[in-house]
C-alpha cells in the first residue's frame, strides 16, 4: 500500500537509510493519488448519503445484476438508470426490496431513507410525456435524501394551471422544470420563484423539436435569471445538483 | 395590347377572314397572362385598401425615393421597411406627409386611414430590445386599416404584467407576438386566448439564441395550437396575414 | 372548494367577523384560479364546438381506449391523432361510430356535424406522399366543423394542374398547403389567392430533405406574404387555426 | 389604485351596499396583479440585497445614464451589463462612485456591501480570453453580496496549475466555471469538487469553436454530474444563480 | 373535352351566336390546360423516349404492381426506384421481362432500346459502398436511351486507379460521379474532363458524414467549375439530367 | 525541358548508350506532366474560347492588374469576378476595353465574340435582389459565346410573370435560375421545360434564410427532375456548366 | 502487361523499328500506371508488415468470408473492422486461428507478430462505454506491429485515475485517446505528455452529445497543440496513423 | 520555494523535531507542484527547442511587444502568431531581427536555427487563397527546428500538378496539407504517401463552405487512412504536431 511506502520511506530517512536528496527523488515518482486520496475521500465524505448509481444503458441484464449486488455490500442505497424491463427482472429477483419505475427505466434500493436535504425539491413537468424524465429526477432527488414534491402535467400554455400550484411551487428550496416542444416553463417558473431552478430538455416532440434541441435553446435563452440547464432528458443529473444545492 | 389581339382575333373569326382551327392554334401562343390577368386583378382587389410595400434593404435613398413619388401617383398609402435614415431623410423631403419610424427603420404615408379590419389587433412584444420588430407590425397593420392594440413589455418571466393585460388582449380579434431569446410568450399568449395567434421570433439574444434560431424553434414546438410562425424579425409579414384575417 | 371558500370570507367581512384589513391579507393567499377561472371557461365557450382531442402517440390502447370513453360523456366529437392500428382497433370496439383514417392514423367521431365555420377551408398536398398530413388536416378541420375541399397532388413541377384547380383554390377563405421536399407550393398558392395560407412543411423527402427541415426554411423564407407556418408535418395545427380563422 | 378598489368593494359588502354574489363577480374583473403582486413583493424580498440590473447592450448612453440615475434613488447597489466606453463616461459623470470594468464592460455601484453569501464563490476561467466574461461573473457575485475567490488561467492542458489550486476551488459554497475552445475545464472542476458547479461557455476560439458552440455542446455532456450550463458569454447568469445558492 | 369546348365557343362566335365580348368573357374561365396543355404535350414530346417513372419508397407491392401494368398499356419502358424485394416479386410475377436490380432497388422494363443519347455517359463511382447509387444512375440513363460506359470503385486516396481510367471518362459526354465520405471524386474529375460532371453525393460513411451531409457540402464547394450537385443519393436525377444533356 | 529529356533517354537507348532496364528505371523518376500534359492540353482545346477566369476576392487592385495584363497578352478574352470598384478602376484603365459589372462586381475583356453555343442560354432571376447573381451568369455566359437570354425578376408568388415568359424560356437550350428566399423557382421552371436547369441558390434573404441555406436545401430537393445545383450565389460557375452544356 | 509494352518498344526503339518521335508519340498513351505503379509499390513497401483490412460494414458473412480466405493466400495477418456475430462465426470456421472481438466488432488473423513500431503506443478511453472504439484502435495497432498499452475507463471528472497513470501515458510514443460526451480526455492528456496524442471522438452520449459531435468539436478546439483528430467512432484510423508515426 | 519546504520537513523527520505521522499530514497539503513540477519539467525538456509561442489576436500591440521582449530573456525563438499589422510595427521596433509574415499574421524570432526535427516537413496548400494557413504552418514548422518543403497551390482540379511534385511529397516525412473549399487535397495526397498526413481545413470558399466547414467534414471523412485534422485555419497547430512527429 502507498500510504505504507511513505512511511517506509520516512522510517528510512529517519534512520538515515536513505538521504534526504534520494527520498525527494524517490518521493517524485510515487502514484499521485498516495496523496491525493485521502483529500478525495473527504470530498467523497462530503457526499456522504449519496447513494452509488449504475447508468444501465448499454449494460446486460447480468452486468447490471452483479454491479448492484457488489455495491449492496457497502451501499444502502443504489439508483440504477435508463434500465430496461430483462434488468429490472434481474435485479428484482436478486434485491427483492428493488422498486422499479418503468416510465423511466429507474430502479431503486432505498434502504437508508435519512432527509439530508435541507427544504423540498419542486419536480415539474410541463406535458404528461415529460413525466419519465421527471420520475427519474423525482426517484433520483429521493433515493438522495429529499422531501420532493411532484407537479406534473403544468404546461404554459393552460397557465392557470401554473399559477394554482405557485403556492407550492414557491415553497420549494430548489426547482427542476422538466419540459419539452418549446422548453418555456422553466422561464414561467423561473418569473415566479427566487429559487434556483434547473431546467431539463425533454425530447418529447417531433419535427422541428429536432429530439430536444428546440427546448434546449429555449431553456439556455432563458428571460429569467434564476435558470440553468442540462443536457436533454438528463433528469438524473438535474435531481443530482437539486440535491448537493438542498443540503447547503 | 393583348386583350386587343385577342378580340381582333376573335373578329376576324367571325368575319371568316381566320379559320377556327389556325385561330385556336394562335390562341394557344397568346400570353398567358392575357386570359388569367383580371382574375389576378380580382384577388388584387380583394385586396383593396392595401398599400404599395417598398423593401427599404439594399436598395440606395435615390431608387427608394423614385420608387415611393411613383408609387405615390396611383396609391393612397405606402409603407416601405428595413429603411435607413439617410433614405427616411431623402423620402421625408420628397413626400412631407411622410412618418419616420426610427426603430423599425418603416417609412409610412398614410391618407387613407379608412379602417378595413373588422376588430383589433393586438401586437404583443416580450422586452424592450424586441419593440423594434413590434413596431413594425405595427406600423403595417395600422396603415392596413387595422386597430392595433401594442403591448409592449411583458416577457413570460414576470407573468403578471402579461396576467394584467389579459383583457385587453383577449378582445383582439388577431394576436402578433414578438419575441427572442427563448420565444415562449407565444405559447402563453395562445393559451390564454382563442383567436389565432402569429408568432413572430425576433433575433434578439446572443450566444445560443443563434440569431433568432432559438426563438423560432421555440415557436414552431408551440405547446399551443393556435400558434402560426413567421420568419425571424418579420414584423411585417405578421401584420400583413393578421390584416388579412382581420378582414374575414 | 375555493369559490366557497372566497364566499365564507366575504360572509365573515359582511358579519364584521373578519376585518377588511384581514380579510385583504387572506384574499391574497387564494388560489389564482379562484377568480381566473370563470374568464378561462369563457375563452373556452368561444372554442365552442371544438372537439376534445387525444394525442395518441405514446400512449397505450388501453389509455387512448379509456380517455376515449370517458371524453365522450361529455363531448359529442372527439379527434384523435396518430394513432396506431391497435388503438384504432380497441377505440371501434368501444365506440362504434368511431371512423379511423389509417394514412395519417387520425380516429374521429363526429357526432354533432353543425358547420361553424364561415366559408370553405381548402386543403392542398404537394404529392401522393403528403396526403397523409393533409388528411390529418381534412379531417380535423372537418369535426371542427368545416366545409373542406381537399385538393390532393398539384405539385409545383406541373404547374398547370395548380392552374387549373385555380377557381377551386380562390374560393376557399382559408388554405391550408401541405408540401414535402422543397416546400415550394405554398409561396405558389400564396401568390394566386388573396387568403391567409397556412403551411405544412412535411417530412416528405430524403437525403437533403432533413426530415422536412428543407420545406420548413422555404415556407418560412416564402416571398408570398400571406404565408404562415406550423411545425413538420402538424396537419393538426393548421387545421385547427384555420378553424379559428374561419369561424371570424 | 387597485388597492383601494378592493378595500372600497369590501366596505360596501361590509356596509351591506354590494351583495356577495355581485362582489363576487366584480372580483372576478379586478386586474390580477392586485392581488398577486404581494406576493411578487415578498418574493423580490426574498432577493433582498440583490442590485438592480441594466443590460447595456442596444441602448443608447444617455438611456443607461438616465436609467442608473433613476434606480439609485431607490437602490443602493446597481449593476449595468455589457456597456461600451460611452457609457462607462457618461454614468461615471453622473454618478462618481461607479466602477468600470473595461474587460467585461461591467458598470458597477456598489454601496451596501452586506455580505448576504454564506460562502465563498470560486469564479474559475479557463485561458486569459476567458477572463471577460469571468470578470462579469465576478463582479456580479461581489455586488449581490458574496465573497469571491477568482481563479484564472488555469486550463486543462496545464492540468498542475489546476491542482495546485485544488484547496482554494474545494472550499467554495458554489463554483463558476468559464471556458472556451473545448469547454473542458467544468468536467474536471466537478470531478475535483462537491459542490454545485455552474459552467459559462464562452465565445472565446476560432473555426470550428462555431462561436461557443462546442464549448455549450461539451458542458452539456459534462461526465461530472454537479455540473449545470447556462448561456454562451452568460457570465452574469452564472453570477446570479451562484448567488442565490450562496444565500441557502 | 376542353379543346372541343374551345372550338364550339368559336363556333358560335363565327356564327354569331355569341358575342365576342361575351365569347372573351367565357374564356377567361376555361381550365388554363386546355391551351397550355399542347404546348406541355410539345414539351413532352422533346423527352419522347423517357420511361414512365414509378418511385417505390412508400407505396405497397400491390400500389406498384398495378401502377406498373397501368403504364405499361401505353409506355414500352418503366422504371420503378427505391423498390424492395416483395414489389420486385410481384412486379417480375406480372411483367416477366421486368429486370430487378437488388443493389439499387430498381426495376426496369426496357423494350424500346433506342440509342436516344448522342454520345456516352460515364458512370462513375468512388467506393463498392457507393454502388447502389451508381447502378440506379446506370440503369436509369440506360433506359433512357443512352450508352453507359460504368467504372466503378475508383477513390481519389488510389488515383492512379482513376489516372489509368481517364481515357474512358474523357470520352463520354456527360460524367455522373458518386462518392460518399468527403466526396471529393467530382473534383479530380472535373479536372480531367471538359465535359459537364453531375455530382452525386451519396449517404456512405459514418459519424461525421452525417448521411452524406459532408460529400454534399463538399461537391458543392468543388474546385473543378464543371461540376453540379443533384440530392444525396439522388442517382436517378442525375441519369435523368445527364440524359437530357446527352440528347442536345 | 521535359520533352527533350525523354528524347535525349530514347536516343541514348537508340545509341545504346544506355541499357533498356536503366531506361525503364530512370523514365520511372521523369516528372508526370511530361507525358500526359499533350493530354491535358488537347481537354483545355476543347475548351477552346474559354476566357481566362480571375477570382477577384481577396487579391489587391495591383495583382488583378498585373494578372489581367498578363493573361491578355495570350488571351483574347478574360473575366474576372468579385471584383470591387477599385479593381475595376484600375483594370479598366489599364485595359480601356474592359467593362466593369458594379452589381454583380463582374469585369470582362471581350474581344472574341464567336458564338460557340449552339442555343440560347436562359438566366432567370426570382426577384430583383437576385440580379446580383443573375448578372454574374449573363455576363459569363456571354463571353464564354453564348446567346444569352435575361429574364429577371420572375418569382413564383407572381406565377403569372412566369407564365407570360414560358415561350422564351422554352426556347432556351439551358435554364439557369438565381433564386434566394426559399428557392422554389427553379422546380416551377423544370417543370415547364424539358431543357437542363442550372439552379443557383442565392444569398439573398434573413432570417431563418440563414444566408442562402433554405434556398439551397430547396433546390436540392426539387420535385422537378431536370434540376442540378450549384453553390450558393455561384452565377460563374452555372453559367460555365450551361455553356459546357451549350457546346455540346 | 504493361511493363512488357514499354519494354517492347524501347526495343524497337534501339533496333531502329519505331522513329523515335513514334515512339513518343505512342508513350503519351500507355497507361499511367505503367510508369506510376512501381513507386507507388515502393510505397506500398513502406508500409511493410500492414495488414490487409477488410471494413465489414454492409457485407454480407459470404463476402467477407471470401475476401478474408483470398487474401490470406498473400498476407500473414488481416484485419476485420465493424464485423457482426454472423460474420465472425463464418470467418472462425474458415480461418482457425482467427480472433473475435464481440465489443468493438474486429476479427483479427495475427500470424506474423514482428514489432515494427519503435515504441509503445497507449491506447486510453474515458469510460467504460468508450470501450469499444477504444478496443478497435487496440487490436488495430497490435496487429500493425505495435505494442500497445491500454488505460481504459479514466475520465475527467475522475482527474486522479489519470493522473496516478501519468507514469505509463507519458513513457509511450504515440497516444490514442477514445473519448465521448464532452470529449475532454484528449486536452487533458495533450497537456500532460509531449508526445502526439490522436484524439477519437466516439458517439456515446445522449441528447446535446448529438451522436458524438459535441466530442468531435471539443477535441478540434483543444487547448493542447499536440492534439489531432480523426472521426467520430474510428478507432481503426486513430491506430492506423499512430503505427505510422512509431515507425518513423 | 516548494522544493525547499520539502526539503525542510525531511529534515525534521530526520532530526526527529517531527514525527512521521505529523509529516505525512503535512505532506499532504504541499502544493501538487511540489512534487510534479520536477516531472513537467522533464516533459517540458522533451520539447527543447520549441519556441515560445503568443497568440496575438485580441491581444494590443503593447501586451505582445512586452510579452515578447520578456521571454527573449530566455528564449531563443519566438513566434507571435494571428499578428496584425500594428503588433508588427512594434515588435520589430522592438525586437530587430523579428521577421513579419504579413499573410499569415506570424511574426518571428529565429536565433537557435538547430534543426531538431529528423527529416522534411511538407506543407502543401490547394490553392492561393489557402497560402496564408500554409505560410503559418511553414513558419511555426521552420522555427520549430524542421526543414520544410514548400508546395503551394496544387489543387484536386488540377491533378498533373500534384502529380508532377510527388517526388517532392513522397520525400517528406510528414505532410500538412492545407485545403479550403471541398477539403479533397488531404485524400489525395493521403493516397500517394506512407507518411502521416495532418489535414488543415481552411475558412476558404463561400456560401455553402460555411466558413470551412465543409472542408473539415470532408477531411473527417476522408478515405485515406493516413489522414488526421485539426481546427479551420489552424496551420500553427499542425506545424506543432508535426515537429513533435518529425523528432520521434
Redesign the interface.
Known amino acids: 500500500m502507498d500510504?505504507e511506502q511513505?512511511?517506509n520511506l520516512?522510517?528510512q530517512?529517519?534512520s538515515?537509510t536513505v538521504e534526504?536528496d534520494a527520498?525527494?527523488e524517490r518521493?517524485?515518482?510515487?502514484?499521485?493519488?498516495d496523496?491525493?486520496?485521502?483529500?478525495?475521500d473527504h470530498?467523497?465524505a462530503?457526499?456522504h448519503g449519496m447513494p452509488e448509481?449504475i447508468f444501465g444503458?448499454?449494460k446486460t441484464p447480468e452486468q447490471v445484476g452483479e454491479l448492484a449486488t457488489h455495491l449492496l455490500e457497502q451501499a444502502r442505497n443504489i439508483l440504477i438508470t435508463r434500465a430496461d424491463p430483462d434488468m429490472a427482472k434481474l435485479v428484482c429477483e436478486l434485491v427483492p426490496d428493488a422498486e422499479y419505475f418503468p416510465l423511466s427505466g429507474a430502479i431503486r434500493v432505498w434502504r437508508d431513507r435519512t432527509l439530508t436535504g435541507?427544504g423540498t425539491i419542486a419536480v415539474i413537468s410541463?406535458?404528461t410525456?415529460d413525466i419519465p424524465v421527471a420520475q427519474e429526477a423525482q426517484v433520483t432527488a429521493e433515493v438522495m435524501g429529499n422531501r420532493v414534491d411532484s407537479i406534473f402535467d403544468i404546461?404554459?400554455?393552460?397557465?392557470?394551471?401554473l399559477?394554482?400550484n405557485?403556492?407550492r411551487i414557491?415553497e420549494a428550496?430548489v426547482v427542476v422544470v422538466c419540459a419539452?416542444?418549446?422548453?418555456?416553463l422553466p422561464?414561467?417558473v423561473?418569473?415566479?420563484?427566487?429559487?434556483?431552478v434547473?431546467a431539463v430538455?425533454t425530447?418529447v416532440?417531433?419535427?422541428?423539436?429536432?429530439?430536444?434541441?428546440?427546448?434546449?435553446?429555449?431553456?439556455?435563452?432563458?428571460?429569467?435569471?434564476?435558470?440553468?440547464?442540462?443536457?436533454?432528458?438528463?433528469g438524473?443529473?438535474?435531481a443530482?445538483?437539486a440535491s448537493?444545492?438542498?443540503r447547503?
Do not use: W
Open positions: 500510504q511513505l512511511r520516512l522510517d530517512v529517519k538515515g534526504i527520498a525527494m518521493m517524485r515518482h510515487l502514484p499521485f493519488e496523496l491525493g486520496f485521502a483529500k478525495l470530498h467523497r462530503l457526499r448509481v444503458l448499454g435541507k410541463a406535458g410525456s404546461g404554459v400554455a393552460g397557465i392557470h394551471r399559477m394554482s405557485r403556492e414557491t428550496r419539452g416542444m418549446e422548453g418555456a422561464s414561467v423561473g418569473g415566479l420563484v427566487s429559487a434556483p434547473i430538455p425530447s416532440g417531433y419535427g422541428a423539436s429536432f429530439h430536444g434541441l428546440a427546448a434546449l435553446l429555449g431553456m439556455l435563452n432563458s428571460c429569467a435569471s434564476n435558470v440553468t440547464v442540462v443536457n436533454i432528458d438528463n438524473f443529473g438535474a443530482y445538483v448537493l444545492i438542498n447547503l
